[in-house]
């Protein structure tokens, strides 16, 4: 798609200026550092101290606090750009904002201070909700708050957190009674705490990430003010749900760096390695793995930034879209990394060789995003929940719009996200109705779309199998077993891949009048997305094609590594040209 | 009584894989991991119990005698630690060109130092070239009676330690694909100066192997260290990796059997949501999916095992069937599995001490072993006109059997780099007729014998099409025929234990396996998938009824 008119440099593109070429290895930012420290499982201190340095802190704290976080989408721009460099760095950072947020949304004026002043010292925070013995299963919590009587007593163990070690606060989850209002969520710091009361447990040792804080927190008799409860005791469970909506989209930004910098190096290595005579990236098999891999990087980038719009602008959206972001994005750089990982062959387990190593590590790290917030099973949960009032809702003709901004080219000044505007449950979908929209205009176009048959074709294909979802919703929604079932998750994953389908047909269609490339005017870049979405529900043969060699060549011209640094290159999108 | 006596004699000598400590353990396994150490303790153990005698054909004074039995003790290590089963099985991989076609006085010598504990290497790839192995730059002058070699050979397992080396070397005077000769080079007798040893590389799965490389500076070797003729050495290797690509797949079936019991044994104590985790039905099914997938892969590595042995012809189109389908299921539900586990798939420590996370690291590589999936499709594209030619089916019927068979000296093995037609395959029509006759109202089993019927119909017309094997249609066509000659294994070979002891698993698994191969990713029936998890539990009980590890494998023949 195009890029934004305006060239004026981002955030993310500072930041990346800032951080320098990943290539050259004696930067903090570089690609053997984030090896090396992984390596080691020695957390990345000096990345994030030159992130902290340049400013992040201040991109964690909304603007009404006096900083930078305005807009989810440049929140998402930032912590893409670091991912591309070391995931460990950028998921200690991002812990910080997972750990923030329900203070941001329902916390008190008193712990928006205490957070922000906690941010600014370059401390790091703890969100504190799973513990060992319960994992998702977040109405078990363990760690409990007495009422005292000058406030509570916390006590218990949580587990498996990031920047268990070295956090200096906590948004810890503990139970105050029974029940979904059994919750209740607090702002701890450490500073407050007495000897033994907080007590942190030794790191985790973990395969990706390994440099990571991951460890646990022992709580024992630790003093809380009432001052120190976030929102209203017995509010924890729906702040929570509520923050993790946000999160879940945030975290696609994790597997999209990791993806961006895994094709970068799989796509240089294809380019300069000869078998038989040629470079193998004009193997056909080779081709067709990098071509798939670019198409569900658009896939993932259209999809994750219409949800960063979407949570600030129709937040009724946000608990369906938020799930498909969380389950699919993940998805398809885990599901890239892996077949990039045949492209570069023996390369692919060395340590060390091409690119420093950094693509094995990332795609370590990566398949751990799968978990963050939510697993890829709780998300189809989600998702699978809402299948029956979705397809009731599109058998009424009830479906809700969306506002033009949220698949423009560019979109400034959105409102900022409000907790009372937060739902817990999405009614229709409202993204899914741009296929039909697309189709539409294909059929009454005026502009002369060269793959106008073969969207036509993609496009009738989604609608019609989303209305085979639908059918299947209908007829097996009211067994019991239904909702745990696999088959439920099934039609959970299918519905994922429709939603994000339509997500893109949007994008093209809100963007190609403007646009002058012909890779978006020709439907080239949705034919590539769309494809890519039904192969994956429909896998068949798909021998290399003109489409698949344009791709191939936009990714030959994207800024390797060695440019990323060069915020020219950069633009809104990242540098992906759409 | 099970059917490896050997198999179940090595796991009892090795014991319980939970000790806290000790050779073969999972915790000795990631403490070594961890430590990128070369598998010292284990190996020793192994030495101890008279490993390297099972690399060593029975007429060579070893005690080699059956291909299958040598995947069964391969799976016993790699079900505790792949990287010791791939150091430990090394010398049989790489003195295979040996084995097959060296000379008797190189069978001796490389026999008696394997028998004596010291390792055999294969150099064949360079760093530039990989699997192109026809591009290879290491050379071979012949000077009278010697030749002098030169070149870098890279990513050689065991090649620091070994005393000998088979290297695939170009002569600069022969040209084309005979332009390769491969020489058994004795690194004791090789003069120091005239040959370096690269540095360890360091790899991210099975980090204890020592995988390295050799610099041969103007090193002379012998005429006479040439294994079979010079300018044969690209057939001799291709022949050789014919059958250890066969026997890769019993490595991935060991990492994924450990998987999924680590996987299980978790789940039964886990709580979640007011019950145990294996309550919820799509933990059930994820399992009973995983124990699916085993039972298949198990059966069609098995299969591919008995045509090296009993029709060694057919071993060019079964090696490389084995070769893709195994390891490439076992990865795809290895990664499944990892979601079921949740944070504790990616813990170094923990539950059964966090050797998940290493089995998925270390079954990665099976994929790249012995040629990648490319490689692999590729050649076996090139096979596809072997489903056009008229064969009796019935010259296969050996292979399906449930029993045991030794393979007789392996330098008698008679096979070609690729052969000319499928009995196997041939076999469907029949094996489809005799299922649909004794299991004439079940329409499930109708249809998924059907898709195999209008799948083997499409590759025969399409066979002949002349397709580029390099080209993604040529590799998408080799994926279609190897899961179609994996799916009539599995049919042809239940059918055969119904025949041999009356009875078998239900037909029911036989559906699902047939569609586990045909259309992955469909989930099976629920009352299937209930079956399946049941047997599972069965076999896994939940503590305290809970035994050690046992050795056998899953079999579509019951155990008696």
Same mark, same amino acid.
């Given at each position: 798609?195009?890029?934004?008119?305006?060239?004026?440099?981002?955030?993310?593109?500072?930041?990346?200026?800032?951080?320098?070429?990943?290539?050259?290895?004696?930067?903090?930012?570089?690609?053997?550092?984030?090896?090396?420290?992984?390596?080691?499982?020695?957390?990345?201190?000096?990345?994030?101290?030159?992130?902290?340095?340049?400013?992040?802190?201040?991109?964690?704290?909304?603007? +009404?606090?006096?900083?930078?976080?305005?807009?989810?989408?440049? $929140?998402?721009?930032?912590?893409?750009?670091?991912?591309?460099?070391?995931?460990?760095?950028?998921?200690?950072?991002?812990?910080?904002?997972?750990?923030?947020?329900?203070?941001?949304?329902?916390?008190?004026?008193?712990?928006?201070?205490?957070?922000?002043?906690?941010?600014?010292?370059?401390?790091?925070?703890?969100?504190?909700?799973?513990?060992?013995?319960?994992?998702?299963?977040?109405?078990?919590?363990?760690?409990?708050?007495?009422?005292?009587?000058?406030?509570?007593?916390?006590?218990?163990?949580?587990?498996?957190?990031?920047?268990?070690?070295?956090?200096?606060?906590?948004?810890?989850?503990?139970?105050?009674?029974?029940?979904?209002?059994?919750?209740?969520?607090?702002?701890?710091?450490?500073?407050? %705490?007495?000897?033994?009361?907080?007590?942190?447990?030794?790191?985790?040792?973990?395969?990706?990430?390994?440099?990571?804080?991951?460890?646990?927190?022992?709580?024992?008799?630790? +003093?809380?003010?009432?001052?120190?409860?976030?929102?209203?005791?017995?509010?924890?469970?729906?702040?929570?749900?509520?923050?993790?909506?946000?999160?879940?989209?945030?975290?696609?930004?994790?597997?999209?760096?990791?993806?961006?910098? =895994?094709?970068?190096? *799989?796509?240089?290595?294809?380019?300069?390695?000869?078998?038989?005579?040629?470079?193998?990236?004009?193997?056909?098999?080779?081709?067709?793995? /990098?071509?798939?891999?670019?198409?569900?990087?658009?896939? #993932?980038?259209?999809?994750?930034?219409?949800? $960063?719009?979407?949570?600030?602008?129709?937040?009724?959206?946000?608990?369906?879209?938020?799930?498909?972001?969380?389950?699919?994005?993940?998805?398809?750089?885990?599901?890239?990394?892996?077949?990039?990982?045949?492209?570069?062959?023996?390369?692919?387990?060395?340590?060390?060789?091409?690119?420093?190593?950094?693509?094995?590590?990332?795609?370590?790290? =990566?398949?751990?995003?799968?978990?963050?917030?939510?697993?890829?099973?709780?998300?189809?949960?989600?998702?699978?929940?809402?299948?029956?009032?979705? *397809?009731?809702?599109?058998?009424?003709?009830?479906?809700?719009?969306?506002?033009?901004?949220?698949?423009?080219?560019?979109?400034?000044?959105?409102?900022?996200?409000?907790?009372?505007?937060?739902?817990?449950?999405?009614?229709?979908?409202?993204?899914?109705?741009?296929?039909?929209?697309?189709?539409?205009? /294909?059929?009454?176009?005026?502009?002369?779309?060269?793959?106008?048959?073969?969207?036509?074709?993609?496009?009738?294909?989604?609608?019609?199998?989303?209305?085979?979802?639908?059918?299947?919703?209908?007829?097996?929604?009211?067994?019991?077993?239904?909702?745990?079932?696999?088959?439920?998750?099934?039609?959970?994953?299918?519905?994922?891949?429709?939603?994000?389908?339509?997500?893109?047909?949007?994008?093209?269609?809100?963007?190609?009048?403007?646009?002058?490339?012909?890779?978006?005017?020709?439907?080239?870049?949705?034919?590539? =997305?769309?494809?890519?979405?039904?192969?994956?529900?429909?896998?068949?043969?798909?021998?290399?094609?003109?489409?698949?060699?344009?791709?191939?060549?936009?990714?030959?011209?994207?800024?390797?590594?060695?440019?990323?640094?060069?915020?020219?290159?950069?633009?809104?999108?990242?540098?992906? !040209?759409? | 009584?099970?059917?490896?006596?050997?198999?179940?004699?090595?796991?009892?000598?090795?014991?319980?894989?939970?000790?806290?400590?000790?050779?073969?353990?999972? %915790?000795?396994?990631?403490?070594?991991?961890?430590?990128?150490?070369?598998?010292?303790?284990?190996?020793?153990?192994?030495?101890?119990?008279?490993?390297?005698?099972?690399?060593?054909?029975?007429?060579?004074?070893?005690?080699?005698?059956?291909?299958?039995?040598?995947?069964?003790?391969?799976?016993?290590?790699?079900?505790?630690?792949?990287?010791?089963?791939?150091?430990?099985?090394?010398?049989?991989?790489?003195?295979?060109?040996?084995?097959?076609?060296?000379?008797?006085?190189?069978?001796?010598?490389?026999?008696?130092?394997? /028998?004596?504990?010291?390792?055999?290497?294969?150099?064949?790839?360079?760093?530039?070239?990989?699997?192109?192995?026809?591009?290879?730059?290491?050379?071979?002058?012949?000077?009278?009676?010697?030749?002098?070699?030169?070149?870098?050979?890279?990513?050689?397992?065991?090649?620091?330690?070994?005393?000998?080396?088979?290297?695939?070397?170009?002569?600069?005077?022969?040209?084309?694909?005979?332009?390769?000769?491969?020489?058994?080079?004795?690194?004791?007798?090789?003069?120091?100066?005239?040959?370096?040893?690269?540095?360890?590389?360091?790899?991210?799965?099975?980090?204890?192997?020592?995988?390295? #490389?050799?610099?041969?500076?103007?090193?002379?070797?012998?005429?006479?260290?040439?294994?079979?003729?010079?300018?044969?050495?690209?057939?001799?290797?291709?022949?050789?990796?014919?059958?250890?690509?066969?026997?890769?797949?019993?490595?991935?079936? !060991?990492?994924?059997?450990?998987?999924?019991?680590? &996987?299980?044994?978790?789940?039964?104590?886990?709580?979640?949501?007011?019950?145990?985790?294996?309550?919820?039905?799509?933990?059930?099914?994820?399992?009973? %999916?995983?124990?699916?997938?085993?039972?298949?892969?198990? &059966?069609?590595?098995?299969?591919?095992?008995?045509?090296?042995?009993?029709?060694?012809?057919?071993?060019?189109?079964?090696?490389?069937?084995?070769?893709?389908?195994?390891?490439?299921?076992?990865?795809?539900? @290895?990664?499944?599995?990892?979601?079921?586990?949740?944070?504790?798939?990616?813990?170094?420590?923990?539950?059964?001490?966090?050797?998940?996370?290493?089995?998925?690291?270390?079954?990665?590589?099976?994929?790249?072993?012995?040629?990648?999936?490319?490689?692999?499709?590729? *050649?076996?594209?090139?096979?596809?006109?072997?489903?056009?030619?008229?064969?009796?089916?019935?010259?296969?019927?050996?292979?399906?059997?449930?029993?045991?068979?030794? =393979?007789?000296?392996?330098?008698?093995?008679?096979?070609?780099?690729?052969?000319?037609?499928?009995?196997?395959?041939?076999?469907?029509?029949?094996?489809?007729?005799?299922?649909?006759?004794?299991?004439?109202?079940?329409?499930?089993?109708?249809?998924? /014998?059907?898709?195999?019927?209008?799948?083997?119909?499409?590759?025969?017309?399409?066979?002949?099409?002349?397709?580029?094997?390099?080209?993604?249609?040529?590799?998408?066509?080799?994926?279609?025929?190897?899961?179609?000659?994996?799916?009539?294994?599995?049919?042809?070979?239940?059918?055969?234990?119904?025949?041999? $002891?009356?009875?078998?698993?239900?037909?029911?698994?036989?559906?699902?396996?047939?569609?586990?191969?045909?259309?992955?990713?469909?989930?099976?029936?629920?009352?299937?998938?209930?079956? @399946?998890?049941?047997?599972?539990?069965?076999?896994?009980?939940?503590?305290?009824?809970?035994?050690?590890?046992? #050795?056998?494998?899953?079999?579509?023949?019951?155990?008696?």
């Amino acid at each position: 798609m195009p890029a934004a008119v305006t060239r004026r440099p981002t955030a993310a593109a500072h930041l990346d200026r800032a951080l320098g070429a990943p290539l050259d290895e004696r930067l903090a930012g570089s690609f053997r550092a984030s090896v090396d420290a992984d390596r080691q499982e020695r957390f990345p201190h000096e990345l994030c101290q030159e992130a902290l340095d340049w400013g992040m802190a201040e991109h964690l704290i909304p603007q +009404e606090q006096g900083g930078s976080l305005r807009s989810l989408e440049e $929140c998402f721009a930032l912590s893409r750009t670091l991912s591309r460099r070391d995931l460990t760095a950028t998921v200690a950072l991002g812990a910080n904002l997972l750990a923030g947020l329900p203070v941001w949304l329902a916390g008190t004026a008193e712990q928006k201070d205490t957070l922000a002043g906690l941010l600014r010292g370059g401390r790091f925070l703890s969100f504190a909700l799973s513990e060992e013995e319960h994992g998702s299963d977040v109405l078990e919590t363990g760690v409990t708050a007495r009422r005292t009587a000058s406030g509570w007593r916390v006590d218990g163990t949580k587990w498996s957190i990031n920047n268990a070690g070295h956090a200096s606060g906590a948004t810890v989850t503990a139970r105050t009674g029974d029940g979904v209002r059994g919750l209740t969520l607090f702002l701890l710091t450490r500073d407050r %705490a007495g000897a033994g009361q907080w007590a942190p447990l030794p790191k985790l040792r973990t395969h990706g990430l390994r440099g990571s804080a991951f460890g646990g927190i022992a709580f024992s008799e630790l +003093e809380a003010r009432d001052a120190d409860v976030v929102g209203r005791p017995g509010q924890g469970l729906e702040i929570l749900l509520h923050t993790l909506q946000v999160t879940r989209v945030l975290v696609a930004s994790f597997a999209l760096g990791a993806l961006d910098t =895994c094709l970068a190096a *799989a796509g240089s290595f294809a380019r300069s390695r000869r078998l038989y005579d040629a470079p193998i990236a004009e193997l056909e098999p080779v081709a067709r793995r /990098l071509s798939d891999a670019y198409a569900e990087l658009q896939v #993932g980038e259209a999809l994750a930034q219409a949800a $960063c719009r979407v949570a600030q602008v129709r937040p009724e959206q946000l608990p369906l879209m938020s799930a498909c972001v969380k389950y699919l994005v993940p998805r398809l750089a885990n599901d890239s990394i892996e077949s990039l990982s045949v492209v570069l062959g023996a390369r692919s387990y060395l340590a060390g060789g091409l690119w420093h190593g950094i693509v094995e590590k990332m795609r370590r790290d =990566c398949a751990v995003t799968a978990l963050f917030d939510g697993s890829a099973p709780v998300n189809l949960g989600v998702i699978a929940d809402h299948l029956p009032a979705l *397809a009731h809702a599109r058998a009424c003709d009830e479906v809700d719009d969306l506002p033009a901004a949220v698949f423009a080219a560019s979109a400034d000044d959105l409102p900022w996200l409000d907790d009372d505007d937060l739902e817990l449950v999405t009614a229709s979908d409202a993204v899914h109705p741009g296929l039909a929209a697309t189709r539409e205009a /294909l059929r009454r176009d005026g502009h002369p779309v060269a793959h106008r048959g073969e969207l036509l074709d993609l496009v009738v294909w989604c609608e019609a199998e989303t209305a085979r979802v639908d059918d299947e919703v209908r007829r097996s929604a009211g067994s019991a077993a239904w909702r745990r079932g696999g088959a439920a998750y099934d039609l959970a994953a299918r519905y994922s891949h429709l939603h994000a389908a339509a997500a893109c047909a949007s994008r093209w269609l809100a963007r190609r009048e403007e646009s002058t490339d012909p890779f978006v005017t020709s439907g080239a870049w949705l034919v590539l =997305c769309l494809r890519r979405l039904v192969g994956r529900l429909r896998p068949g043969p798909a021998p290399v094609d003109d489409v698949d060699r344009a791709a191939l060549a936009r990714l030959g011209e994207t800024p390797g590594p060695e440019q990323w640094s060069d915020h020219d290159a950069l633009r809104e999108d990242g540098g992906r !040209g759409t | 009584m099970l059917p490896w006596g050997t198999a179940d004699d090595l796991e009892a000598f090795l014991g319980d894989p939970l000790r806290p400590s000790g050779p073969l353990t999972y %915790a000795q396994a990631v403490a070594d991991d961890k430590d990128e150490a070369f598998p010292r303790t284990s190996l020793d153990a192994l030495q101890d119990w008279g490993y390297p005698a099972h690399q060593v054909p029975e007429a060579l004074g070893g005690r080699l005698a059956s291909l299958e039995e040598l995947a069964a003790l391969s799976r016993v290590l790699a079900r505790r630690d792949p990287a010791v089963a791939v150091v430990a099985n090394s010398p049989v991989a790489a003195a295979m060109p040996v084995w097959l076609g060296g000379s008797p006085e190189q069978r001796d010598a490389v026999a008696r130092a394997v /028998l004596d504990g010291r390792y055999v290497a294969l150099g064949l790839t360079e760093e530039q070239h990989g699997a192109d192995l026809v591009a290879g730059e290491v050379t071979a002058r012949r000077t009278g009676d010697v030749y002098v070699v030169d070149g870098v050979k890279w990513l050689i397992n065991n090649v620091r330690l070994a005393r000998f080396l088979c290297l695939l070397v170009r002569e600069p005077e022969r040209s084309g694909l005979r332009s390769l000769t491969l020489l058994l080079v004795d690194l004791d007798a090789l003069a120091p100066s005239s040959y370096e040893l690269l540095p360890k590389i360091r790899t991210h799965g099975l980090c204890g192997a020592d995988v390295a #490389g050799i610099r041969l500076r103007g090193a002379v070797v012998p005429v006479s260290a040439s294994v079979g003729r010079p300018g044969r050495g690209l057939e001799l290797v291709a022949r050789s990796l014919t059958v250890t690509r066969t026997l890769v797949p019993a490595l991935s079936l !060991g990492a994924l059997e450990t998987a999924l019991r680590c &996987t299980v044994d978790f789940l039964q104590d886990r709580r979640l949501y007011g019950g145990t985790a294996v309550d919820i039905p799509f933990v059930q099914e994820e399992l009973a %999916a995983a124990y699916l997938d085993l039972t298949v892969a198990d &059966t069609v590595a098995r299969c591919c095992v008995r045509v090296m042995q009993v029709l060694p012809e057919l071993g060019p189109v079964s090696s490389a069937v084995a070769k893709f389908v195994v390891p490439h299921v076992v990865e795809a539900r @290895m990664r499944r599995l990892s979601t079921l586990l949740g944070a504790r798939y990616f813990l170094r420590e923990g539950h059964w001490s966090g050797i998940f996370e290493k089995l998925l690291r270390d079954a990665r590589l099976f994929s790249l072993f012995d040629g990648s999936e490319p490689v692999v499709l590729s *050649a076996l594209a090139a096979q596809l006109p072997c489903l056009q030619e008229d064969v009796d089916p019935r010259c296969a019927d050996g292979v399906f059997r449930g029993g045991h068979a030794a =393979c007789g000296p392996l330098a008698d093995l008679r096979f070609e780099t690729v052969a000319d037609a499928d009995p196997v395959t041939a076999g469907l029509q029949d094996v489809r007729t005799t299922l649909l006759r004794a299991h004439p109202d079940d329409p499930d089993l109708a249809t998924a /014998l059907d898709l195999l019927r209008t799948e083997s119909d499409d590759l025969r017309t399409q066979a002949g099409t002349g397709l580029d094997p390099r080209s993604e249609l040529g590799q998408r066509q080799a994926e279609r025929y190897a899961r179609l000659f994996a799916a009539v294994c599995v049919a042809r070979e239940w059918q055969a234990s119904v025949d041999a $002891c009356g009875d078998a698993v239900p037909v029911s698994w036989l559906t699902a396996g047939l569609l586990a191969l045909l259309r992955p990713g469909e989930r099976m029936p629920r009352s299937t998938a209930e079956q @399946m998890f049941a047997a599972l539990m069965i076999e896994h009980p939940a503590p305290p009824a809970r035994a050690g590890s046992r #050795g056998e494998g899953r079999t579509l023949c019951p155990q008696q």
